[in-house]
């Protein structure tokens, strides 16, 4: 198993766990949509499995080792506001490369035009800087993406955008993906399987689509 | 029978006065040449990016424009020019507004008594939403975002406007509570009503509106009615086959590039850019809106 976690529990007080008992698991090169109702605890798992949250009880282990502690994380989250998971105060070009320096060529394929690199957040639409997201989040070392939302804010045209330059640097890594999604059209659209919640917290596997 | 217009659009435009260079003014116009109907019995949705103007043409409509905001076209409500005298009376009356945003509610008054003063009324309004008579007596802040929505409709339908304004009413509500949201609108509009319904859920509303007119920086490409989004040969202008094409139940095919920004149009058809049908004669000058095939649509080559 690439990603693994184990009975997962999370909560912001102790007496009333967000999700309690829950259990996942993805391979290397899967393409895994998790659906669900509002509320019931998809975005508080992506982040444990980001390693942004601790599991009160549980682990995450990637390639059966806890995920580390320190530097980088090789599995990365992608958040559904980009202009919340980008420093205002900072141009695009430096919160680019708090993760990695990508070269020209990589730049030109994620549809990053070379002027917005002296920018500031504010000065870019929410596709925009959601292609920023996206291309800090391939970096080398990453193995695993979980995207959480990352489309729904956006028009129908420009989500199909992102979705096309994403998959295409996945397919060529053979990346791991877990897409959070409403939309079960766009689940069957970009996954290979989907799996409720619900189902979680008995066991880790699924349906295939 | 004849549906009467309840609310007609047209010609529509908006510029913001600022300041550009030190004390030196300029004009950003956001939206230009804007038109949309909506007619009795009838929802219509109003489909496009962010950016495209749809929220400012339902400001324009209820005058809650910022003040350095000039309008000028026309605004017609029951076939009479809408003044800024008319719209005070009408306001809240006949014409309500569902926010775009759960921060028009005050948070320092209960919703029952910001919904209506009529308690019977706004009892009958939450049994419509499903919302519990106690939720009358809760703030805001004790509420869930898919609860606030749906006050905010209640005070919308509460009112028994012969025309409603919903600024995208859905988001945060999961796939059933929206559903049953736009079943909601859709009883007031059999009832009667005009429905303008502001989304970029093109998916959602299909279900249930009668037309759409689709915006593209700040100005209307086409309109078209809901059963044409069925077959891509039944649109008419490039935009909204693109539209259609990036959906992903159908290709999931993006067209590349992104929309103009106001301030940085190009001369002519605005889509002109993007379009695979350009010629010459598109970036001569802006098309003329023109009927196709009981639609509109502003572009010269469509067919």
């Given at each position: 198993m690439l990603i693994e976690a184990k009975n997962i529990k999370f909560g912001y007080s102790k007496s009333k766990p967000v999700i309690?008992?829950?259990?996942?698991?993805?391979?290397?090169?899967?393409?895994?949509?998790?659906v669900g109702p509002s509320g019931c605890g998809k975005s508080t798992l992506s982040q444990i499995l980001a390693g942004c949250l601790n599991p009160q009880s549980g682990e995450v282990l990637f390639e059966n080792k806890p995920l580390p502690r320190k530097g980088f994380c090789p599995a990365q989250l992608i958040y559904q506001h980009p202009e919340q998971a980008i420093n205002p105060r900072l141009r695009l070009n430096a919160t680019l490369r708090e993760a990695w320096t990508p070269d020209a060529v990589f730049l030109d394929e994620i549809g990053i035009a070379p002027e917005w690199l002296n920018r500031y957040p504010a000065e870019l639409s929410g596709g925009e800087l959601q292609r920023f997201c996206v291309a800090r989040a391939l970096a080398p070392q990453t193995r695993f993406i979980i995207a959480d939302e990352m489309s729904t804010m956006l028009d129908v045209i420009t989500q199909a955008q992102i979705w096309e330059l994403m998959l295409r640097q996945i397919e060529r890594r053979g990346l791991g993906l877990l897409v959070v999604t409403h939309s079960t059209e766009l689940a069957a659209r970009v996954c290979s399987r989907i799996v409720r919640f619900e189902s979680l917290t008995r066991q880790g596997r699924s349906t295939a689509v | 029978m004849e549906k009467k217009t309840v609310l007609n659009v047209s010609n529509l435009s908006v510029t913001f006065r600022m300041y550009s260079k030190g004390m030196r003014k300029g004009g950003l116009k956001v939206i230009s040449n804007l038109s949309a109907s909506v007619r009795e019995g009838e929802i219509l949705a109003?489909?496009?990016?962010s950016g495209s103007g749809k929220s400012l043409l339902a400001h324009a409509v209820l005058g809650i424009l910022p003040r350095n905001a000039i309008v000028t076209g026309e605004i017609e409500y029951m076939g009479e020019a809408l003044t800024s005298a008319r719209l005070t009376k009408l306001r809240g009356r006949e014409i309500a507004l569902v926010p775009q945003s759960v921060e028009y509610l005050d948070p320092l008054m209960k919703v029952g008594k910001q919904v209506s003063d009529d308690k019977y009324a706004v009892?009958?309004?939450f049994e419509r939403y499903k919302l519990d008579e106690s939720v009358m007596k809760l703030f805001p802040f004790q509420l869930s975002g898919g609860m606030m929505r749906r006050v905010l409709c209640a005070t919308a339908v509460v009112t028994g406007a012969k025309l409603i304004i919903a600024d995208e009413p859905t988001p945060g509500m999961s796939e059933e509570l929206a559903a049953r949201a736009m079943k909601h609108f859709r009883d007031l509009a059999d009832a009667g009503?005009?429905?303008?319904?502001?989304t970029h859920d093109i998916d959602l509303a299909l279900r249930y509106c009668d037309r759409v007119a689709v915006f593209y920086a700040g100005t209307t490409v086409e309109t078209a009615l809901a059963s044409d989004f069925g077959n891509i040969d039944n649109l008419r202008h490039p935009?909204?086959?693109?539209?259609?094409?990036?959906?992903?139940?159908?290709?999931f095919a993006p067209t590349p590039g992104t929309q103009p920004y106001a301030?940085?149009?190009p001369d002519g058809c605005l889509f002109a850019p993007r379009c695979d049908r350009v010629t010459e004669e598109c970036t001569r000058a802006a098309p003329e809106s023109r009927t196709l095939r009981n639609g509109e649509v502003s572009c010269i080559y469509a067919d």
């Open positions: 309690n008992g829950v259990n996942f698991a993805a391979d290397e090169g899967e393409r895994v949509a998790l | 109003v489909a496009g990016s009892k009958r309004a009503a005009a429905v303008m319904l502001i935009y909204t086959k693109a539209l259609w094409r990036a959906m992903p139940q159908n290709d301030g940085n149009l």
